[in-house]
């Protein structure tokens, strides 16, 4: 163990699961070596901001993070990285001379950054020896959950999608690392493993596509559930959807829509028509009925009529989403759709959005209503002074239950009885354990 | 552990230099630059843009996987950004290629045994140019959609038979009306597989029509042209 004098790192972390499974890997090595790490910049001796950039409201959400750790008088070691880093490198090296602006690809050597900052040492940059695999299994995160990253960059190109030219392209980890990540994670006593990365569907490490892969995982002979997350809707095979009948494989896919407009999609350059899209669903829900799925959907695409919105809005009516997040289109310079006229203003934008969050909010509670009555495997995050545990069953469903006993990190059996709608934009099951 | 590094995942970006230009239109020519390095699977395509410039677009590759050198066909856009400037490059000269991406393929096993309809608008034909030409034996028919019959490019480097220009404006084509009344009047079946490029609204329809002739949208594969 090094010698680090117990100096506090601080990390904010803003984006995808892909951002919190590379924070979580930064964090639990920065503990093994001694350092203390919190959620904050207060009271931190090095504080790194994991940044997204997906939108334009992501650029101005990390930035925000960034001026206010500065503004609150932040003057320990400040470290920029994530796609914000990638996309606005220069520019950010311009607004914050004294940070290191750190790139996805050299993230995982955060650590030997600070160390070599505290050592008076400089590390040039292109020096740094990071790899976007190159994170060890962590033991102590910020998540009940634990991220296994399986892939990263993408080379589908969406006309509207910055993540190409800001994760590069796509790319695999080898299989026998991810067994040997999720054996070791469950070793240290995770319940629960989510698959990550930039676009999972495409995943291909020397043959072995996703369905494959996963294959292999639900094989391990340890004791956890294994949560695909998020997926695009393309490239589905026998063997997957055979897959999401086993027991390890929780009830719930993110499944990015963007659009339920063929006219928009094929704009989009997305690798689906709605039409695919809604047979994949009708598959699973065959499969069974409360299968979970959430999705994504832009509204105000560049030439998005209102009757492709009003497509949109059907499908979400229609495919009892269990949570859909809405976001309003931003323009991401470097994109097909940067260049695309026919724009749809901001006032409609934002009109058709609160639309759609509307009625994504009325069909949740719909969906999430299903369950009282039913059994699920919650595992538990949290427990109140009050002693309400809460956490999220396996069709990912937030539950709560009085137990002042429950322990985090646990797996307990719960009736589902009620359902709490203080939260109407996210309603949570009530239920006792039994 | 695995250290895929940072030059392995960033998108590849080179200067090419210009073997050739084949005007075929007035508008519309072919350009061959050095393949480099570079490989590819027919079907995708590159970024490429005037050198010292930031603008770069997209284009199928219309040369074989194997072919020495790397050929695009390009249509001059009025106003536009690139093709503009490309149209004006010389011989000897250069253009910005970024490395190929995409997943509008065939399926190598069964592409002898499987009939292909291959459904093109415009210079949509480009990467069925390249699936031709890297592939021989290959059972397709390629209708290719243009307004007039002098924009069938390079219609003599396909196997007699297995294309049909559709022209829009005037009947100097195979069929004289658009891909899609060709499509309605002449049926190729649930089994085939059919690939569509060009513009956003061809494609559309060409769905609609595939739709009601009962293809399955597992058996359409698209590309869009912008």
């Known amino acids: 163990m090094q010698n680090t004098s117990t100096k506090t790192i601080g990390?904010?972390?803003?984006?995808?699961?892909?951002?919190?499974?590379?924070?979580?890997?930064?964090?639990?090595?920065?503990?093994?070596?001694?350092?203390?790490?919190?959620?904050?910049?207060?009271?931190?001796?090095?504080?790194?901001?994991?940044?997204?950039?997906v939108t334009n409201a992501s650029d101005q959400k990390s930035k925000y993070v960034v001026n206010k750790a500065v503004k609150q008088g932040h003057d320990g070691m400040l470290i920029i990285t994530g796609c914000m880093a990638n996309h606005h490198k220069e520019q950010l090296e311009v607004k914050y001379p004294n940070a290191y602006v750190v790139q996805n690809e050299d993230k995982s050597s955060i650590p030997d950054l600070v160390a070599a900052h505290f050592n008076k040492e400089i590390i040039p940059t292109g020096k740094m020896q990071g790899g976007v695999f190159n994170f060890e299994p962590a033991s102590d995160t910020f998540h009940t959950r634990s991220m296994i990253k399986i892939q990263d960059g993408c080379d589908n190109f969406c006309t509207f999608c910055i993540i190409p030219r800001v994760r590069g392209r796509a790319t695999s980890r080898k299989v026998d690392e991810i067994l040997t990540n999720i054996k070791q994670v469950v070793a240290f006593g995770y319940k629960e493993v989510v698959l990550t990365g930039v676009n999972i569907s495409r995943y291909n490490d020397e043959g072995v596509n996703f369905s494959q892969l996963l294959q292999k995982i639900v094989e391990l002979p340890v004791d956890f559930r294994v949560r695909i997350s998020s997926i695009e809707p393309d490239g589905f095979d026998e063997q997957f959807f055979q897959l999401l009948e086993h027991p390890k494989v929780t009830p719930h896919l993110h499944l990015c829509l963007q659009s339920a407009s063929e006219k928009v999609l094929l704009h989009m350059r997305r690798m689906y028509t709605f039409k695919s899209y809604k047979s994949i669903i009708e598959r699973i829900r065959n499969i069974n009925p409360l299968f979970n799925i959430?999705?994504?959907?832009?509204?105000?695409?560049?030439?998005?009529?209102?009757?492709?919105?009003?497509?949109?809005?059907?499908?979400?009516?229609?495919?009892?989403?269990?949570?859909?997040?809405t976001f309003k289109y931003s323009k991401r310079d470097g994109t097909r759709a940067a260049g695309m006229t026919n724009i749809v203003t901001e006032k409609e934008k934002t009109e058709r959005s609160e639309r759609l969050r509307k009625l994504?909010?009325?069909?949740?509670?719909?969906?999430?209503?299903?369950?009282?009555?039913?059994?699920?495997?919650?595992?538990?995050?949290?427990?109140?002074?009050?002693?309400?545990?809460?956490?999220?069953?396996?069709?990912?469903?937030?539950?709560?239950?009085?137990?002042?006993?429950?322990?985090?990190?646990?797996?307990?059996?719960?009736?589902?009885?009620?359902?709490?709608?203080?939260?109407?934009?996210?309603?949570?099951?009530?239920g006792e354990c039994i | 552990m695995n250290k895929t590094s940072a030059t392995e995942t960033a998108i590849k970006t080179d200067l090419h230099e210009i073997l050739d230009i084949r005007h075929l239109t007035d508008s519309t020519?072919?350009?061959?630059?050095?393949?480099?390095?570079?490989?590819?699977?027919?079907?995708?395509?590159?970024?490429?843009?005037?050198?010292?410039?930031?603008?770069?677009?997209?284009?199928?590759?219309?040369?074989?996987e194997k072919d020495p050198y790397l050929e695009i066909l390009v249509k001059e856009v009025e106003n536009g950004l690139v093709s503009p400037v490309l149209k004006n490059l010389q011989v000897g000269g250069y253009v910005i290629v970024e490395e190929p991406v995409g997943y509008f393929g065939i399926n190598n096993e069964s592409c002898e045994t499987?009939?292909?309809?291959?459904?093109?608008?415009?210079?949509?034909?480009?990467?069925?140019?390249?699936?031709?030409?890297?592939?021989?034996?290959?059972?397709?028919?390629?209708?290719?959609?243009?307004?007039?019959?002098?924009?069938?490019?390079?219609?003599?480097?396909?196997?007699?038979?297995?294309?049909?220009?559709?022209?829009?404006?005037?009947?100097?084509?195979d069929f004289y009306g658009r891909v899609t009344d060709y499509l309605k009047l002449n049926r190729f079946g649930k089994g085939a597989h059919y690939y569509l490029c060009g513009n956003c609204n061809m494609i559309h329809d060409v769905y609609d029509i595939l739709e009601e002739q009962g293809v399955s949208t597992e058996n359409i594969h698209a590309e869009v042209y912008f």
């Open chain 1, 11 to 53: 990390f904010k972390t803003l984006g995808c699961r892909l951002n919190q499974f590379e924070t979580d890997a930064l964090a639990s090595k920065f503990v093994k070596q001694g350092y203390k790490v919190i959620e904050d910049s207060e009271d931190a001796d090095v504080f790194i901001v994991n940044t997204c950039t």
């Open chain 2, 114 to 173: 499987q009939k292909h309809v291959f459904i093109a608008s415009g210079t949509g034909i480009s990467p069925f140019h390249s699936f031709v030409k890297s592939k021989p034996g290959l059972d397709y028919t390629l209708l290719h959609g243009v307004k007039t019959g002098n924009e069938a490019y390079e219609k003599n480097e396909y196997e007699k038979g297995r294309i049909v220009t559709c022209t829009s404006r005037e009947g100097t084509g």
């Open chain 1, 360 to 430: 994504a909010a009325e069909n949740k509670l719909k969906f999430r209503k299903q369950f009282i009555g039913l059994i699920q495997n919650v595992l538990v995050e949290s427990i109140s002074e009050d002693g309400w545990a809460k956490g999220y069953g396996e069709n990912y469903v937030p539950v709560k239950f009085k137990m002042p006993e429950a322990e985090k990190n646990t797996i307990y059996q719960i009736k589902i009885s009620n359902i709490d709608k203080a939260d109407i934009e996210d309603p949570i099951l009530v």
């Open chain 2, 29 to 64: 020519f072919v350009l061959r630059i050095d393949k480099k390095d570079m490989s590819f699977t027919a079907g995708q395509h590159i970024c490429v843009g005037p050198p010292n410039g930031i603008h770069t677009r997209e284009y199928s590759v219309y040369s074989a």
């Open chain 1, 294 to 325: 959430t999705t994504d959907v832009i509204v105000g695409f560049p030439g998005e009529s209102e009757k492709d919105f009003e497509d949109s809005l059907k499908a979400v009516s229609e495919l009892n989403f269990g949570h859909v997040h």
